[in-house]
């Protein structure tokens, strides 16, 4: 089974500034047939269900803020909001969706400093 | 406009059963995967089981397998959790959640979820 881990499990950011959150698979999630790493982030806000945000890795999801971007291959995978808004406070899961079980990492809480 | 309506769960003791349902309408039901996904209060996000388009494959997580069944009636529109023998460590919010194209692809929408608690 392939675990992912997100670090750090959560951060605090000013408005305005970056946040940056890491996955690591413990496989690699690139799959050679078509060249597009399986890995989704999701945002989560309180008392609501998770939103996809980004999908292969690197595509936003239509109407998403172009300050999230998704990047990284293989097995390292980073999720950045480039300009922290109100908004963003939530908990994010990097999900590998290459093979079953399709797991979840454990999630990073975003909070405002 | 996609929608995923689960209900079904409450309050169960341990060693109890519950069937949850998920209501799903928007879309061709019939030609999408599905997942069950639950979420521990407080806690991440867990992958539970997965269902193919007509329901003829499943895969469940292994602390689930043999306890746990997912079914689907595409004639209803509505995906299935059979859940027996339950532990407490079972306690958590179930989602249903749509496998956005074929077997192996993100999710693209969830539904509410059910609370399902597990305690004598």
């Known amino acids: 089974d392939i675990v992912m881990t997100q670090s750090p499990d959560s951060l605090a950011v000013s408005l305005g500034e970056r946040a940056t959150i890491n996955c690591k698979s413990s496989q690699s999630v690139l799959h050679s047939s078509n060249n597009k790493n399986y890995l989704a982030w999701y945002q989560q806000k309180p008392g609501q269900p998770p939103k996809v945000l980004i999908y292969?890795?690197?595509t936003r999801e239509s109407g998403v803020p172009d300050r999230f971007s998704g990047s990284g291959s293989g097995t390292d995978f980073t999720l950045t909001i480039s300009s922290l808004q109100a908004e963003d406070v939530a908990v994010y899961y990097c999900?590998?969706?290459?093979?079953?079980?399709?797991?979840f990492g454990g999630g990073t809480k975003v909070e405002i400093k | 406009e996609v929608q995923l309506v689960e209900s079904g769960g409450g309050l169960v003791q341990p060693g109890g059963s519950l069937r949850l349902s998920c209501a799903a309408s928007g879309f061709t039901f019939s030609t999408y995967w599905m997942h069950w996904v639950r979420q521990a209060p407080g806690k991440g996000l867990v992958w539970v089981s997965r269902?193919?388009?007509?329901?003829?494959?499943?895969s469940y997580a292994g602390s689930v397998k043999g306890r746990f069944t997912t079914s689907r009636d595409n004639a209803k529109n509505t995906l299935y959790l059979q859940m027996n023998s339950l532990r407490a460590e079972d306690t958590a919010v179930y989602y249903c959640?749509?496998?956005?194209?074929?077997?192996?692809?993100?999710?693209?929408?969830w539904g509410q979820g059910t609370l399902v608690t597990v305690s004598s």
């Open positions: 292969w890795a690197s």
């Open positions: 999900q590998q969706y290459y093979s079953t079980p399709q797991a």
């Open positions: 959640a749509r496998i956005a194209s074929g077997s192996n692809s993100w999710v693209d929408y």
């Open positions: 269902i193919n388009g007509d329901g003829s494959g499943t």
